[in-house]
T-cell receptor
């Protein structure tokens, strides 16, 4: 079964440092996403990416965050200057697109746990 | 009002029991509805999509009531392996009325523990 892969599985960083989380989406998918889940809280949408640009982002996704698809396979999330409150599990997801139904089934990666000290 | 609201539980049921989860959503323009399950410290995994006519997948039955903005999941003949957090998920709608592909809004989740 095709899967979304994420690296690293766990990263510990100091406050103020830059972090890059990497994802390899499913190869024939068109839409890519980042979600996050703070421990004990719900999963929250960060950003969606299509056709090499951001299609939608949430209020959480401020200027400290950026996404990039540097080549044909990787999709990255960069946090420029990490804060304590950025500690969370970050999930990458990808999907094809069911144009007619409007539904969009996402496949999530196993997540990257970020701990900011 | 929360965008997607679920009873957090926890639900503790014996094997073989039938258990039902409820969910309400606030955005009447929402278009797609799902149940995901999430095991401890793992990623959400799609359990089933929810259709207006209701749908069944083995022991799992999902219902949608658009008028009441209410979604349900029924699990029959519970197994130990059903123990997980069940997430009610709604596909969001952009403010301008456009469709928001992939911007899923998650509920807090309902914890289910099935015991022998």
């Amino acid at each position: 079964e095709p899967e979304v892969t994420q690296t690293p599985s766990h990263q510990v960083t100091q406050m103020g440092q830059e972090v890059i989380l990497r994802c390899v989406p499913i190869s024939n998918h068109l839409y890519f996403y980042w979600y996050r889940q703070i421990l004990g809280q719900k999963v929250e949408f960060l950003v969606s990416f299509y056709n090499n640009e951001i299609s939608e982002k949430s209020e959480i996704f401020d200027d400290q965050f950026s996404v990039e698809r540097p080549d044909g396979s990787n999709f990255t999330l960069k946090i420029r200057s990490t804060k304590l409150e950025d500690s969370a599990m970050y999930f990458c997801a990808s999907s094809g697109l069911a144009v007619h139904s409007g539904a969009n089934v996402l496949t999530f990666g196993a997540g990257s746990r970020l701990t900011v000290l | 009002r929360k965008e997607v609201e679920q009873d957090p539980g926890p639900f503790n049921v014996p094997e073989g029991a039938t258990v039902a989860f409820n969910c309400t959503y606030s955005n009447s323009a929402s278009q797609s509805f799902f149940w995901y399950r999430q095991d401890c410290r793992k990623e959400p995994k799609l359990l089933m999509s929810v259709y207006s006519s209701g749908n069944e997948d083995g022991r799992f039955t999902a219902q949608l009531n658009r008028a009441s903005q209410y979604i349900s999941l029924l699990i029959r003949d519970s197994k130990l392996s059903d123990s997980a957090t069940y997430l009610c998920v709604v596909n969001g709608q952009k403010d301008a009325g456009g469709t928001s592909y992939g911007k899923l809004t998650f509920g807090q989740g309902t914890i289910l523990t099935v015991h022998p």
